[in-house]
């Protein structure tokens, strides 16, 4: 049959078991717990950028909804279990994107994510560099670490505060690509200035740490007053690949119930399906402790290891294949 054979070669299938494994020591060491959760639940992920699998359950109505969701990532029932008390845990396993396959992306893939109980995302933003620094190790290469604040990186990169320059300013160092500016965003300006001119631009021996993001891309962050206020989230970069998106996580059940809704407001404007609110989430939030959560993509971290640019190169059957 055609295309039958695996498009990652023995080297990274043995690469990827090595990876599995340094993880493992890796958080034994610190006593971190891993766990597994659900990949099916009831509720779905609302964030608009991203689309989740959706499934129906042809069981007995008295195991619950029959409209399920492939999880995007494993955070919220992390969260809960840390809420329950587990302490710092972590859970490395298969999550679903739907639409996302590409060169970089296929709709299956692996992510590693950690909470860590009483730190903040300066905290875990380190450890994250430890980890990845482990990881290199495997393929004999080190990286020099950098740490910047989203503001000072577009201010040494462009000149300008990323916080509060006009928004012709921020497209003017995009005027090189055709890029149609129909129905963007400030925040989607941002974002494109990130791909096409920073992380192309960031050394393969570098691990880049960004910390503390515009309120408008707080996610499931805490916003910290100021002037102006900041998303305390960061996101971890080796070379030009992201890596890791973490946050000092937000608490307040009634804060996330707006940013829910907010998400599904926007959905409802793309005539996108609105997936239900996590609500067991949300009622486990009043009792989640002081806590950090990062979530990092296995695979990106192999392409960066082989030094390739295919995520195909790290799969042993990509999503066409399947």
Known sequence: MKNSKPTANARALRLRAELYALIRRFFADRGVLEVETPVLSMAGNTDPNIE?????????????????????????????????????????????????????????????????????????????????????????????????????????????????????????????????????????????????LIQPSIPASRILLVYDYPVSQCALARIRPGKPPVAERFEAYLGPLEMANGYHELTDPDEQRARFELDLARRRARNAAEPAMDERLLAALPKLPACAGVALGVDRLLMALLGTEKIADVLAFPFERA
Request: hydrophobic share 40%; glycine share 8%.
């Open 52 to 196: 989740s699998f959706q499934l129906e359950f042809s069981g007995p109505r008295s195991a619950g909804a029959s409209t399920r969701w492939l999880r995007t990532s494993p955070e919220f029932p992390l969260k809960r279990l840390v809420s329950a008390g587990i302490g710092d845990c972590y859970e490395m396993g298969r999550v679903f994107r739907n639409g996302e396959a590409g060169a970089r992306h296929n709709p299956e893939f692996t992510m590693l994510e950690w909470y860590r109980v009483g730190w903040d995302h300066h905290q875990l933003m380190d450890e994250t560099a430890e980890l990845l620094k482990a990881a290199l190790a495997l393929a004999g290469r080190r990286a020099t670490v950098r740490d910047t604040s989203f503001r000072q990186l577009y201010l040494d990169k462009f000149g300008f505060d990323p916080m509060s320059a006009p928004e012709e300013e921020l497209r003017s160092p995009l005027g090189v690509y055709d890029i149609d500016p129909a129905g963007l965003t400030r925040d989607d300006w941002l974002d494109l200035l990130m791909t096409h």
